[in-house]
């Protein structure tokens, strides 16, 4: 019989926020738990940010270099494989509850009266959806109308109060609620994708979650560096990504994230209760992971973007029953893209070419692949902050590809290139704040070099190695993949 499968998404979740993984104050024993029964990727990372070009990667296994999905409304192409599609070829019917976050592909729509272009959060294509948690929320807000809350004020205020109501009132235990019972009516081999909007802002813990953690506890963020880059300066004039400067409120945001990630891992608790109880736990596979981090005050910003760890640094834990993997703790670098052909392979089926990404299963059975990369690889694209503010006529006008970056990160440093020929290389070995340049010009060049390398190897490759001859389409330079 096929395993169940488990995809679960924590939106904004960052990788340090685990006691398993050695936090001073943040509790998550559910997602320990699960750890302990699998595998914990301490050095996971997300390759892009906001959440739709993150996703974009998590469900297609590509680099945003090749998805091209640049921010939040950036369309999906529709000739890219996913998760969900591939799942319907394994035998399943794959389910979402919450969000994916897709913008459709313009090419797929009715015209320009298609509903599906009145917003950027689209449904992935191949997923069914029982709970739809897009937009206003308006399956959550109705929910809380019915139990005599006043919803007139819409989802975002509904969302920073939820310290206001008890924590079965709030968005995640209603998605946990949706998910339990429809998970009543299924058989077994079934795929659902809980996306959980939480910990992502507005900064405010649900019930009791609240008040878990004490400001006056919380460690204080990573400071500013006196010499920054001219894109740090600009997040620090950007009211959304601008953390605030009066330590109080530093302390509050980080306590109520700290909360929202505490009720997140209570509510994996009641979703691993709901299987046990079924007797389906262990014939599960579980994946946890997030879009993007949190940079959570750190720099002198708050909420994802730019070039800094904090903001792409997340959650990964794996736990595959036909695996060995038992509480292993996984220290190469591994990053989003390699979800995807890690189900493909835990399914029994072939990884798509499209994928940047590789197989996490070896890593899952204690075994380290040949050639496993030493660096993880994240890219950040601000080139729709910028559209308004000149003309930059499409297509052949380039200028708008220089507001991008990309960033490789190896054991000892961190190199970052943007699309204007500048670059910054912090020296991690020295200083793993990401505040201390690095002055050595023959290690910089090194790294440089490894940039070009990583991006020289994982250019889009669908039909490179083929090649057509009197006999039909064989692959080159040896083997047949098919002839006439």
């Keep these: ?34 750890a302990a029964e699998g595998a914990r990727l301490a050095r996971h990372y997300s390759q892009a940010a906001p959440c739709s070009p993150g ?5 297609t296994g590509m680099y945003q270099m090749n998805h091209r999905v640049l921010g939040n409304g ?8 996913n998760v969900a599609l591939v799942a319907r070829r394994a035998g399943y019917l794959p389910t979402l509850f919450g969000y994916t976050d897709q913008t459709v592909d313009p090419r797929d729509t009715t015209g320009p009266d298609d509903p599906r272009l009145a917003t950027y959060e689209g449904v992935l294509p191949g997923f069914d959806v029982a709970l739809d948690l897009t937009g206003s929320h308006a399956a959550w807000t109705r929910w809380l109308a019915e139990r005599g809350h006043d919803v007139s004020s819409g989802h975002v205020k509904l969302l920073a109060t939820e310290h206001e109501r008890p924590v079965n009132h709030s968005v995640s235990s209603f998605l946990t609620d949706s998910f339990v019972e429809w998970l009543g009516r299924q058989s077994r081999g079934w795929f659902a994708h809980l996306s959980y909007l939480r910990p992502h802002p507005p900064y405010r813990a649900a019930g009791e979650f609240a008040t878990m953690y004490d400001p006056a506890d919380v460690a204080l963020p990573i400071p500013m560096a006196d010499q920054r880059h001219g894109l740090h300066d600009l997040m620090l004039a950007i009211d959304d990504t601008k953390a605030p400067t009066d ?19 209570h509510q994996l608790g009641r979703v691993r209760a709901a299987l046990e109880a079924r007797g389906e736990w262990d014939s599960t596979i579980v994946i946890v992971t997030s879009d993007h981090a949190e940079l959570l005050g750190d720099h002198g910003l708050r909420n994802k973007g730019g070039f800094f760890e904090q903001s792409q640094h997340i959650v ?3 736990r595959a029953p036909q695996c060995t993997a038992r509480g292993a703790v996984v220290e190469k670098f591994t990053e989003n893209v390699d979800i995807f052909p890690t189900l493909c392979e835990l399914l029994g089926l072939d990884i798509p070419l499209q ?41 052949h006008d380039r200028r708008l590809s220089t507001y991008s970056l990309a960033v490789r990160r190896d054991e000892t440093h961190a190199y970052v290139h943007f699309g204007d020929g500048s670059s910054l290389c912090f020296d991690l070995a020295t200083d793993p704040t990401w505040r201390t340049r690095e002055s050595r010009s023959d290690v910089v060049l090194e790294k440089a070099q490894a940039m070009l390398q990583w991006r020289m190897n994982h250019a889009r490759r669908e039909l490179s190695h083929f090649v057509v001859d009197g006999e039909g389409v064989g692959r080159w330079p040896s083997g047949v993949a098919w002839r006439r």
């Design 1 to 34: 019989m096929k395993p169940n499968v488990l995809l679960v998404t924590l939106d904004q979740f960052r990788g340090d926020c685990l006691s398993s993984a050695g936090h001073p104050l943040v509790k998550t024993p559910n997602l320990d738990a699960i």
């Design 55 to 59: 996703r974009a990667s998590l469900y």
């Design 74 to 81: 950036s369309p999906l192409d529709r000739s890219f494989d």
């Design 247 to 265: 330590e109080a409120r530093v302390r509050r945001m980080r306590a109520q994230y700290y909360g929202m990630i505490s009720e997140v891992d």
């Design 316 to 318: 990964g834990v794996i």
């Design 355 to 395: 994928c940047d990404g590789r197989s996490l299963v070896p890593l899952l059975e204690g075994a380290t692949p040949e050639g496993w990369r030493d660096a993880a690889h994240w890219e950040y694209d601000w080139s729709l902050v910028v559209i308004p503010l000149g003309d930059f006529p499409w297509p």
